[in-house]
């Protein structure tokens, strides 16, 4: 079982930037895919990011590549979002997700462990 907990998110103004993180107890990244998805207000929930944790390897939507950069801490057992040039449109839920899959991360029907949540706010 993996808990994921995320943290980091806030109210920003548009242009700022902030950096979410999400920490895993009970069982390492190692052999799985990280991912961030977004939910905003009466929308679909939105793949973002993933990063296969044993090579690094990452990628992302083009709604926010370049904007948007995935990484990891091997020893605090935690995957970040770092979200720069932020504008009002990115307000939303931000969730984290656990996988063991094989493809690249993109659908949500690949992970199998999602955090709580935290709320992007970012205003005009």
């Known amino acids: 079982q993996v808990q994921l907990v995320e943290s980091g998110g806030g109210l920003v103004q548009a242009g700022g930037s902030l950096r979410l993180s999400c920490a895993a107890s009970?069982?390492?990244?190692?052999?799985?895919?990280t991912g961030w998805f977004r939910q905003a207000p009466g929308k679909e929930r939105e793949f973002l990011a993933a990063l296969r944790w044993n090579v690094g390897s990452t990628y992302y939507a083009e709604s926010v590549k370049g904007r948007f950069t995935i990484s990891r801490d091997n020893a605090k057992n935690t995957v970040y979002l770092q979200m720069n040039s932020l504008k009002p449109e990115d307000t939303a839920v931000y969730y984290c997700?656990?996988?063991?899959?094989?493809?690249?991360?993109?659908?949500?029907?690949?992970?199998?462990?999602w955090g709580q949540g935290t709320q992007v706010t970012v205003s005009s």
């Open positions: 009970g069982r390492t990244f190692s052999s799985y895919v």
């Open positions: 997700a656990a996988g063991r899959t094989l493809r690249n991360g993109q659908l949500m029907s690949e992970y199998d462990y």
